[in-house]
């Protein structure tokens, strides 16, 4: 059963501590993203990676950072720099072919919320 | 001249009612929309997408119509039913290729009430 798999479902945080969302795909897509969804904004992009170890600021890439040592796995790691890390975070896969329809798979979603 | 922008913020529709979101861009470079639909507490799906060569695509009870000219594109949902009450999203990249970022639009809370 092939999909994007994201934990925890939902993760509470203390000012000051950094928190780890996990995102795994079994798609064998090249690229994965980040997104953070906040209501009325939208998704907005955090980072993305097009192969492995290696990958790009998005938008609002300030107080995040990720890896991507397997192709399976794309990390984000929430910062005590983040100011207002409250948010649900999206994670998605995509194919790396040329001409190809360059659809974005979701996972289910992080609810962060800070205490 | 990345941004999408996206109209109404909410909308809600009766029953069997036709429902119409739209999307407005300024990159023309932009080759791929995509419109992509979200339920409550789960990630986004792909609808429906098109690209700039056609001006409509239909699929089921979706249509999407372009007018590139304009650099405008519109989500039409017929025959809406209860089932349909999800947040829509459109978006564009330039697809059209190797893996590439979508710029989304702001989301379009649709309630359809029966």
């Known amino acids: 059963d092939g999909g994007i798999t994201q934990s925890p479902k939902y993760l509470f945080r203390k000012e000051g501590q950094n928190v780890t969302l996990s995102c795994e795909q079994n798609?064998?897509?090249?690229?994965m993203y980040w997104y953070r969804q906040d209501p009325g904004q939208g998704l907005r992009l955090i980072y993305y990676?097009?192969?492995?170890?290696?990958?790009q600021k998005g938008d609002i890439a300030e107080g995040y950072s990720v890896s991507r040592e397997k192709k399976e796995s794309f990390p984000l790691t929430v910062t005590s720099a983040q100011k207002n890390p409250t948010a649900f975070y999206l994670c998605?896969?995509?194919?790396?072919?040329?001409?190809?329809?360059?659809?974005?798979?979701f996972g289910p979603g992080t609810r962060l919320t800070v205490l | 001249q990345q941004q999408v922008k996206q109209s109404p913020q909410s909308l809600i529709v009766q029953k069997g009612g036709i429902s119409i979101i739209n999307c407005a861009y300024e990159?023309?470079?932009?080759?791929?929309f995509p419109w992509y639909q979200q339920f409550p507490g789960k990630g986004p799906a792909l609808l429906i997408a098109?690209?700039?060569?056609?001006s409509e695509k239909k699929e089921g009870r979706f249509t999407i119509s372009f007018n590139k000219s304009a650099k405008q594109f519109s989500l039409h949902i017929m025959d809406s039913q209860p089932g349909d009450s999800a947040t829509y999203f459109c978006a564009a990249s330039m697809g059209y290729s190797s893996a590439s970022k979508i710029i989304f639009g702001s989301g379009t809370r649709l309630s359809i009430r029966p």
């Open positions: 998605a896969s995509s194919t790396q072919r040329a001409r190809s329809n360059n659809e974005q798979f």
């Open positions: 798609l064998n897509h090249d690229a």
């Open positions: 990676s097009q192969i492995v170890n290696d990958f």
């Open positions: 990159n023309t470079a932009f080759d791929y």
């Open positions: 098109i690209r700039p060569d056609v």
